[in-house]
């Protein structure tokens, strides 16, 4: 301690030295947004070259360091000019070298220095120094200041949590009044200029001063901060927190010099929508709604909903279109690769193509895709997509009971967006996309509305152009766009939205043409999605056979693709576990070991052996079926019971045939007693009794199954039938022949017996499938007869009798 010279009695001025001998001269460490007080323990990443060639000679030495902070951050290799004058002195006390190259030091702070004279600058930089000591002016004033800084400091402490409370037990057992000030300067989060002025500052009293200025600073901000925080949760009136707040956004923008947040997002909607070609009507709404934007405050709950409908519009694809490839050859060398057959569909999308470039401004067609499950219909919509090279989104509307799941919510209610249509058009990005409405069928109404009449406008190619969606209630023109639908049946389908379509029907596939598609696409793609490969597996025809027939049993591919699929997957694991060395070949006999016993085999034989039974085609959304319809009698009054879960029409055609059956029973069994009917109750059965059934078609089926139990005669195992009857005997044309005739290939059967008045459908049926099926057309119920049993009828009365008394 050095006297520098006070009056006797006054306070005393003092120069405190560090007892710690000082070097002549030392290696210089440049800081980079950071400044070091003496006797602080500081950890730092080293990095640059020149750095670790100093740190690595320093550790060979004395260890002792300069760290001198640099008077700008952005210079990477500060030169003497860019450093400051005033730095610390320190020991390496530990070091670490990082896998990168880098180094980790710890250095214990120890006294201020000055530079005084630089010695070189290569490899690195080396300075004369001296000690920098502190002046100490002991007074009371000195005190005061001590005992201010520590208050201050520990009010902050307990509002600020980057700061921990047992700095708070360190700082107020400080007594030196340097060491609190380095204490403090070096604990808060302070700009580098006010820390290096700290440092700088050899009057601890001055020293003190600019810190408790610092300090009282810092403890307005924190409590500006509570006051705010306070303010928020105490429930103030809405009006005057929104105001309080806002001037305090206002202040704190206007001293960080930043622009206004509400502004800022106006001009990027504002920027963003400019560069659309919006219709007029379009333009003036966002032109109304960005002015009322810029008008509200982000607190405001209007605000987001402003925000959210202006984004919404500047996200539609009101100016962007596709541009579609109409080439023909192009179009059919797609379909044709990814569906086999359906030629009337990829007919229709060849004519559309036609249409479209004799046409460019042909409005968007509306396509009705009509057939059981698994038959290509939805993957037909993406197919045709690709081969337009026009955006694809997919509508799943089964389920859909609320009209506002179609045409959006207005914006009156709260989390409110647009329908599903203004969000596949946002996702296509593009205004003349191919969008699919799958499963059009199965939309429901409630108290919500009517999904399906809000459909009549979408599906209207009159009226789509000016579709209006309630949430942005502006007109969006959908007459560029395709529409394809799809649906299992048309009855649930009202009426004006199926008038709007153009229907196309997608029957089943025939047993051949099941065997192709799983050849092409289904045996390739379960073979890749289960790890394997061509080297590893094949399928060969009869395998394939054997599935189609043995374990499916459906209209379309998708059970014949997971069977596929079981197989493919048992083949993996044999490889997985090493039990399969080479290529595996699936025959028929190896589907049996891997799939099991067969799932369906055919009963026609079986079932219809007994007279009163016959075999019966019907219709149902997911392809056709066979059904077995049972005649019994027994002793009895006369009654007529009608059992299977059948539905009005299907019971009327069970009293229709057994009213004709009645009427010519004598002409067709004339010795039938004629007091048969009178003493004998008719039951008539068609199993599955929990499916339910309806329809008119099984009435010829019925009048047979009668026919067979009165004359004792079984019906042909190979024959099947289907038509409706009519008291005269007349038998009248029905629907899905082809559906039937599938139904019928799938069960084994050789022969079809249907109305001769739907002799003209046979051209839909595929000329293989003709083939290999007999189609016996008949116009009234006597044909019938004649050609569905075994053997010619005859009139034997024992086994009438036994048909009758069994």
Same mark, same amino acid.
């Given at each position: 301690?050095?006297?520098?010279?006070?009056?006797?009695?006054?306070?005393?001025?003092?120069?405190?030295? $560090?007892?710690?001998?000082?070097?002549?001269?030392?290696?210089?460490?440049?800081?980079?947004?950071?400044?070091?007080?003496?006797?602080?323990?500081?950890?730092?990443?080293?990095?640059?070259?020149?750095?670790?060639?100093?740190?690595?000679?320093? =550790?060979?030495?004395?260890?002792?360091?300069?760290?001198?902070?640099?008077?700008?951050?952005?210079?990477?290799?500060?030169?003497?000019?860019?450093?400051?004058?005033?730095?610390?002195?320190?020991?390496?006390?530990?070091?670490?070298?990082?896998?990168?190259?880098?180094?980790?030091?710890?250095?214990?702070?120890?006294?201020?220095?000055? !530079?005084?004279?630089?010695?070189?600058?290569?490899?690195?930089?080396?300075?004369?120094?001296?000690?920098?000591?502190?002046?100490?002016?002991?007074?009371?004033?000195?005190?005061?200041?001590?005992?201010?800084?520590?208050?201050?400091?520990?009010?902050?402490?307990?509002?600020?949590?980057?700061?921990?409370?047992?700095?708070?037990?360190?700082?107020?057992?400080?007594?030196?009044?340097?060491? !609190?000030?380095?204490?403090?300067?070096?604990?808060?989060?302070?700009?580098?200029?006010?820390?290096?002025?700290?440092?700088?500052?050899?009057?601890?009293?001055?020293?003190?001063?600019?810190?408790? +200025?610092?300090?009282?600073?810092?403890?307005?901000?924190?409590?500006?901060?509570?006051?705010?925080?306070?303010?928020?949760?105490?429930?103030?009136?809405?009006?005057?927190?929104?105001?309080?707040?806002?001037?305090?956004?206002?202040?704190?923008?206007?001293?960080?010099?930043?622009?206004?947040?509400?502004?800022?997002?106006?001009?990027?909607?504002?920027?963003?929508?400019?560069?659309?070609?919006?219709?007029? +009507?379009?333009?003036?709404?966002?032109?109304?709604?960005?002015?009322?934007?810029?008008?509200?405050?982000?607190?405001?709950? +209007?605000?987001?909903?402003?925000?959210?409908?202006?984004?919404?519009?500047?996200?539609?694809?009101? $100016?962007?279109?596709?541009?579609?490839?109409?080439?023909?050859?192009?179009?059919?060398?797609?379909?044709?690769?990814?569906?086999?057959?359906?030629?009337?569909?990829?007919?229709?999308?060849?004519?559309?193509?036609?249409?479209?470039?004799?046409?460019?401004?042909?409005?968007?067609?509306?396509?009705?895709?009509?057939?059981?499950?698994?038959?290509?219909?939805?993957?037909? /919509?993406?197919?045709?997509?690709?081969? =337009?090279?026009?955006?694809?989104?997919?509508?799943?509307?089964?389920?859909?009971?609320?009209?506002?799941?179609?045409?959006?919510?207005?914006?009156?209610?709260?989390?409110?967006?647009?329908?599903?249509?203004?969000?596949?058009?946002?996702?296509?990005?593009?205004?003349?996309?191919?969008?699919?409405?799958?499963?059009?069928?199965?939309?429901?109404?409630?108290?919500?509305?009517?999904?399906?009449?809000?459909?009549?406008?979408?599906?209207?190619?009159?009226?789509?152009?000016?579709?209006?969606?309630?949430?942005?209630?502006?007109?969006?023109?959908?007459?560029?766009?395709?529409?394809? @639908? @799809?649906?299992?049946?048309?009855?649930?389908?009202?009426?004006?939205?199926?008038?709007?379509?153009?229907?196309?029907?997608?029957?089943?596939? %025939?047993?051949?043409?099941?065997?192709?598609?799983?050849?092409?696409?289904?045996?390739?793609?379960?073979? +890749?999605?289960?790890?394997?490969?061509? #080297?590893?597996?094949?399928?060969?025809?009869?395998?394939?056979?054997?599935?189609?027939?043995?374990?499916?049993?459906?209209?379309?591919?998708?059970?014949?693709?997971?069977?596929?699929?079981?197989?493919?997957?048992?083949?993996?694991?044999?490889? *997985?576990?090493?039990?399969?060395?080479?290529?595996? @070949?699936? @025959?028929?006999?190896?589907?049996?070991?891997?799939?099991?016993?067969?799932? &369906?085999?055919?009963?026609?034989?079986?079932?219809?052996?007994?007279?009163?039974?016959? %075999?019966?085609?019907?219709?149902?959304?997911?392809?056709? $079926?066979? =059904?077995?319809?049972?005649?019994?009698?027994?002793?009895? %009054? /006369?009654?007529?019971?009608?059992?299977?879960?059948?539905?009005?029409?299907?019971?009327?055609? *069970?009293?229709?045939?057994?009213?004709?059956?009645?009427?010519?029973?004598?002409?067709?069994?004339?010795?039938?007693?004629?007091?048969?009917?009178?003493?004998?109750?008719?039951?008539?059965?068609?199993?599955?009794?929990?499916?339910?059934?309806?329809?008119?078609?099984?009435?010829?089926?019925?009048?047979?199954?009668?026919?067979?139990?009165?004359?004792?005669?079984?019906?042909?195992?190979?024959?099947?039938?289907?038509?409706?009857?009519?008291?005269?005997?007349?038998? =009248?044309?029905?629907?899905?022949?082809?559906?039937?005739?599938?139904?019928?290939?799938?069960?084994?059967?050789?022969?079809?017996?249907?109305?001769?008045?739907?002799?003209?459908?046979?051209?839909?049926?595929?000329?293989?499938?003709?083939?290999?099926?007999? &189609?016996?057309?008949?116009?009234?119920?006597?044909?019938?007869?004649?050609?569905?049993?075994?053997?010619?009828?005859?009139?034997?009365?024992?086994?009438? #009798?036994?048909?009758? $008394?069994?």
């Amino acid at each position: 301690m050095i006297e520098v010279g006070v009056p006797d009695g006054g306070p005393r001025e003092v120069a405190v030295s $560090d007892s710690r001998e000082l070097p002549a001269q030392a290696g210089v460490l440049p800081l980079r947004d950071t400044v070091t007080f003496p006797d602080m323990l500081i950890p730092l990443n080293v990095g640059q070259e020149r750095s670790i060639e100093l740190i690595n000679d320093v =550790l060979r030495g004395d260890r002792s360091i300069v760290m001198v902070a640099s008077r700008n951050p952005e210079i990477e290799a500060p030169g003497p000019q860019d450093l400051c004058d005033v730095g610390v002195i320190g020991v390496v006390a530990r070091m670490i070298r990082v896998p990168d190259g880098t180094l980790r030091v710890l250095i214990q702070g120890g006294q201020r220095v000055h !530079l005084e004279r630089w010695v070189q600058t290569e490899p690195y930089l080396v300075a004369e120094i001296s000690e920098a000591a502190d002046i100490v002016k002991q007074s009371p004033e000195l005190v005061a200041l001590m005992r201010n800084v520590q208050k201050t400091f520990s009010d902050i402490v307990q509002q600020v949590p980057y700061l921990p409370e047992e700095l708070q037990i360190m700082v107020a057992n400080v007594e030196d009044p340097s060491a !609190l000030s380095h204490l403090i300067a070096g604990a808060l989060r302070l700009k580098t200029e006010e820390k290096q002025a700290l440092l700088e500052e050899l009057d601890v009293s001055k020293r003190l001063r600019r810190l408790s +200025e610092v300090l009282a600073r810092e403890l307005e901000v924190v409590a500006i901060g509570s006051r705010i925080q306070s303010q928020v949760q105490s429930g103030l009136e809405k009006g005057q927190r929104e105001y309080f707040l806002r001037q305090q956004m206002k202040a704190i923008q206007e001293e960080l010099g930043e622009s206004d947040e509400v502004q800022q997002e106006a001009n990027e909607l504002r920027e963003q929508l400019g560069a659309l070609d919006l219709p007029e +009507e379009v333009r003036k709404q966002v032109d109304r709604e960005l002015a009322r934007l810029e008008r509200l405050q982000p607190a405001m709950a +209007e605000y987001g909903v402003v925000r959210s409908y202006l984004e919404w519009i500047a996200a539609l694809p009101w $100016d962007t279109a596709t541009e579609d490839n109409l080439d023909l050859a192009h179009a059919r060398d797609v379909l044709d690769e990814d569906h086999y057959d359906i030629e009337q569909v990829k007919d229709r999308i060849l004519e559309f193509l036609a249409v479209r470039s004799l046409k460019p401004d042909a409005r968007g067609s509306i396509l009705l895709f009509v057939g059981p499950p698994g038959v290509g219909k939805t993957s037909l /919509g993406r197919s045709i997509a690709r081969a =337009l090279g026009r955006k694809f989104e997919r509508i799943s509307v089964g389920g859909v009971r609320d009209e506002a799941e179609i045409r959006g919510h207005r914006r009156t209610y709260i989390g409110a967006m647009p329908g599903t249509i203004i969000r596949a058009m946002r996702d296509a990005g593009a205004k003349n996309p191919l969008l699919m409405i799958d499963e059009i069928d199965k939309m429901g109404a409630d108290f919500r509305g009517d999904p399906s009449s809000a459909m009549l406008e979408v599906l209207d190619p009159e009226q789509n152009a000016n579709f209006r969606d309630h949430y942005l209630d502006l007109q969006f023109d959908l007459s560029h766009v395709i529409f394809v @639908t @799809t649906a299992n049946t048309i009855e649930t389908i009202p009426g004006p939205l199926r008038d709007r379509m153009e229907m196309i029907q997608l029957a089943g596939y %025939t047993e051949a043409e099941k065997l192709e598609i799983a050849r092409r696409y289904l045996v390739p793609r379960q073979i +890749e999605r289960n790890g394997l490969s061509n #080297s590893k597996i094949a399928f060969s025809d009869a395998a394939l056979k054997s599935i189609i027939s043995d374990y499916t049993r459906e209209a379309g591919v998708r059970q014949l693709e997971r069977e596929i699929g079981s197989v493919a997957r048992k083949v993996a694991r044999q490889f *997985a576990e090493g039990k399969a060395k080479r290529k595996v @070949t699936i @025959t028929a006999p190896r589907v049996r070991e891997l799939l099991g016993k067969p799932k &369906f085999y055919s009963e026609t034989r079986r079932r219809t052996s007994r007279p009163g039974v016959a %075999t019966g085609l019907a219709w149902t959304p997911v392809g056709g $079926d066979v =059904l077995f319809i049972e005649a019994t009698a027994m002793q009895g %009054t /006369g009654k007529l019971t009608i059992t299977g879960m059948l539905g009005d029409v299907m019971k009327e055609s *069970a009293q229709a045939a057994l009213s004709y059956v009645r009427s010519n029973a004598y002409e067709l069994f004339p010795e039938l007693p004629e007091d048969w009917f009178a003493k004998h109750d008719i039951h008539i059965h068609v199993p599955a009794g929990a499916i339910p059934k309806d329809g008119p078609s099984a009435g010829i089926t019925m009048a047979t199954a009668l026919a067979s139990l009165l004359s004792g005669r079984p019906v042909r195992a190979d024959t099947a039938m289907t038509g409706e009857i009519t008291l005269t005997g007349q038998v =009248l044309p029905i629907g899905g022949l082809k559906e039937k005739a599938l139904a019928a290939q799938r069960y084994g059967i050789k022969r079809v017996i249907a109305p001769e008045l739907n002799a003209q459908d046979i051209d839909e049926i595929p000329e293989h499938l003709r083939k290999n099926l007999e &189609f016996v057309f008949v116009s009234e119920i006597g044909e019938v007869l004649d050609v569905a049993f075994e053997a010619p009828r005859t009139r034997r009365r024992a086994q009438l #009798s036994a048909a009758a $008394d069994g």
